[in-house]
Each structure stands twice: as structure tokens, then as C-alpha cells.
């Protein structure tokens, strides 16, 4: 599967934008999706993962409370909604692809679980 990710932007303090990953192929259902960000000299790391079933959410201590994810399979498509964005959030955001055969499995946190990642999308915050 190929994906798609945009939505990135310049955003002040406390404003929000939502991210879009679209993938590409018809078996989009079987994967968990997963966002997630680098920040200029530090690691990538998760920010949030669901389940094929579209229920099953975990985010990252960080986010909790200000980003949802969200799937639309009829679409192909998850997005990560980000609200109170704060200077911290800025990075650049990837979305990434775990196939699976359970579709209650949560998404994982880890990197080398993914199979598939998208190009990454720009989210800068400005204080």
C-alpha cells in the first residue's frame, strides 16, 4: 500500500489543523494505522495508533485529550485531528501501515512494527 500524507501547515498556539493519510490499493481494512512525528533532533515517535476496527485508540501521554484519530475506510483514509497545539507539537508527521489479521489488535508503538510508511507532512507551531 502507498500513502498519502498532507494537511501539514504553519498554525499558532492553540489552533488546531487535521492531517490526512490516504492509501492507495483496496485492502486498506487490514491495516492498523498509526501517526507518527519527528521533531528536529530528536527520535521519531508514536503519537497515535488505531485499530482495524476504527474503535480501538491509543495516543501517546503527550497528546492525550487535544488529538483524536479518526478512520474512514470507505475512503482509505485516517486523519489525525489536532487541537490546543502547543510549540512542542512541531514536527514532521508520518503516517504508517500495520497489517494485521485481528481487527481488534491495538496499534503498536513501535517503529519496526509498521510495514508501510508515508512521505510525512510539516506541522509547525509558532508561540
Known amino acids: 500500500v502507498q500513502l498519502q500524507a498532507s494537511g501539514g501547515g504553519l498554525v499558532q498556539a492553540g489552533g488546531s489543523l487535521r492531517l490526512s493519510c490516504a492509501a492507495s490499493g483496496p485492502t486498506f481494512s487490514v491495516y492498523i494505522m498509526a501517526w507518527f512525528r519527528q521533531a528536529p533532533g530528536k527520535e521519531r515517535e508514536f503519537v497515535a495508533g488505531?485499530?482495524?476496527?476504527?474503535?480501538?485508540?491509543n495516543y501517546a501521554d503527550s497528546v492525550k485529550g487535544r488529538f483524536t484519530i479518526i478512520r474512514d475506510n470507505a475512503k482509505n483514509t485516517v486523519y489525525l485531528q489536532m487541537n490546543s497545539l502547543k510549540p512542542e507539537d512541531t514536527a514532521v508527521y508520518y503516517c504508517a501501515a500495520d497489517h494485521t489479521y485481528s481487527i481488534w489488535r491495538s496499534a503498536p508503538t513501535a517503529q519496526n512494527e509498521y510495514d508501510f510508511w508515508g512521505q510525512g507532512t510539516l506541522v509547525t507551531v509558532s508561540s
Open positions: 488505531i485499530a482495524r476496527n476504527g474503535y480501538s485508540t
